[in-house]
């Protein structure tokens, strides 16, 4: 997870923020005593489809291929810390499918929920297998054969059992060699296949937990991928899907001739009609937020769209790159809600990166504070003191702090911060390493976070 994020009290800044997924069928005939008909219908090229699961199955660039649930799965909170995932149980055979109707929009089938995406707005699609909860898109057929394409979803698995197959997304068309496609969990393990031609994953899948998953397939090197959180998990030379149509299904895959269904949430699903390489995937699995500033915005440009909201007025200025925020005494950037999950994990790695240029000296300033009003646990992530010096700080029960140099006036300075379990904190300047800790435990609040950029108030209590 990386972060950069806007600077306090009379500093210019320049931030990001990252967090440490033809075909012709025949549809229908009317025969009169004198003729006969055949109406058919083609496959329409699809570029991108994403589900959000944020309380419902619908496909957000109205694509027309909508989910349909099976099985009536739930939602729960997506790790995000907004909106939803979708909650699935495989003993009630819940799922998500889609058919072919006028557009991409998902269909329900099991009656599923909605919970709390891990974003911190808007919800997950929560599926219990038992109820046979999935969505399905019908109508129209989302054009997967023979042609490069990249499947991702956030997924938190709970209740897996290594002797069955939880479905992630699929398409089947007949069960028969490189007709029939699955994305599933099966032994805890990823798993991407076109029936007898699958790539396993190697990494075992904790309970109770976020993942960003993707599988790829590039048609031009006939390579088949699965992914997990940003990395390759498994890879080999495989033969193209040959689908012509069947219905597409979210949380559900008929690899069996019957569904096996996903247990437990899943979260913005997307379809994109190439193969992302490993920088793309690495970005939409890690990048948690990024605020370029330009024209005073303080939409998140990142892949989850979580906005920041002005408290006092800010103003824009000449940044590092294009435009940035001006922040001096008083107002500051944070949320209406708390959109950082993994902030709350203990020992979870995140990384934090921001332009900053001091224009008044003989003041403390606040970079970057990281709290949470339920809990009391709040650190002053990074910190200028009235001399002008970066100050790093952590938390492992007790204060962990390295410090920076004393940065220049009125120059832009890169400033970077790193947190992993094994590395400890380390502070980067302008690219190099300045300063490090020992390694140390990081003992987090348990609760998603709220970030304030150039202040040190928490203005909303996570329930």
């Not at 109406?39 to 027309?64: C, I, K, M, P, R």
């Not at 599923?112 to 969505?135: E, H, R």
Request: hydrophobic share 35%; net charge negative; with cysteine.
């Amino acid at each position: 997870m990386q972060f950069s994020n806007p600077i306090s009290a009379t500093q210019a800044t320049k931030t990001e923020v990252t967090t440490t997924k033809t075909t012709t069928t025949t549809t229908s005939a009317t025969t009169s005593t004198a003729t006969t008909s055949t109406t058919t219908t083609t496959a329409q090229y699809v570029d991108h489809a994403f589900w959000s699961f944020d309380s419902n199955a619908l496909e957000l660039y109205n694509t027309g291929l909508d989910g349909i649930l099976s099985g009536s799965p739930t939602y729960t909170t997506s790790f995000a810390g907004y909106g939803n995932a979708i909650s699935l149980t495989q003993s009630s055979n819940q799922y998500v499918y889609i058919m072919p109707k006028a557009g991409l929009d998902g269909i329900l089938s099991g009656s599923p929920t909605y919970t709390t995406s891990f974003a911190g707005y808007g919800n997950a699609i929560s599926l219990t297998q038992s109820s046979n909860q999935y969505v399905y898109i019908m109508s129209k057929v989302l054009p997967l054969n023979s042609r490069s394409f990249t499947i991702e979803a956030w997924i938190y698995p709970i209740g897996f059992s290594s002797s069955s197959d939880y479905g992630i997304f699929g398409q089947c068309q007949t069960l028969s060699n490189n007709s029939c496609l699955y994305f599933l969990v099966r032994t805890n393990k990823l798993l991407c296949g076109f029936y007898n031609d699958d790539i396993p994953g190697s990494t075992t899948l904790n309970m109770s937990t976020w993942y960003h998953v993707a599988c790829t397939y590039d048609a031009t090197t006939m390579s088949q991928q699965v992914w997990i959180d940003g990395y390759l998990d498994g890879s080999r030379s495989a033969n193209p899907y040959q689908g012509l149509w069947g219905n597409t299904t979210i949380g559900a895959t008929f690899q069996s001739g019957s569904a096996s269904s996903f247990n437990g949430y899943i979260d913005n699903v997307r379809f994109q009609a190439s193969a992302k390489n490993s920088s793309e995937i690495l970005s939409d699995a890690t990048l948690h937020a990024y605020y370029s500033f330009d024209g005073g915005s303080l939409i998140d440009n990142g892949p989850n769209g979580i906005n920041g909201t002005s408290y006092g007025n800010l103003s824009s200025t000449t940044g590092r790159v294009n435009e940035a925020m001006q922040f001096s005494s008083g107002p500051y950037m944070s949320y209406s809600y708390n959109p950082y999950y993994f902030l709350g994990i203990s020992n979870h790695a995140f990384t934090m990166a921001l332009w900053a240029k001091p224009t008044k000296n003989n003041t403390a300033e606040t970079l970057i504070f990281v709290g949470s009003l339920s809990t009391g646990w709040c650190v002053h992530f990074l910190d200028m003191t009235s001399t002008g010096q970066i100050v790093a700080n952590c938390w492992s029960g007790i204060g962990v702090t390295t410090n920076g140099p004393i940065v220049p006036m009125n120059i832009w300075t890169h400033i970077g911060y790193t947190y992993s379990i094994n590395n400890g904190l380390r502070l980067y300047i302008n690219g190099s390493q300045y300063s490090a800790t020992s390694a140390f435990t990081f003992v987090a609040s348990g609760v998603p976070m709220s970030i304030v950029l150039g202040g040190n108030r928490v203005v909303h209590k996570y329930m």
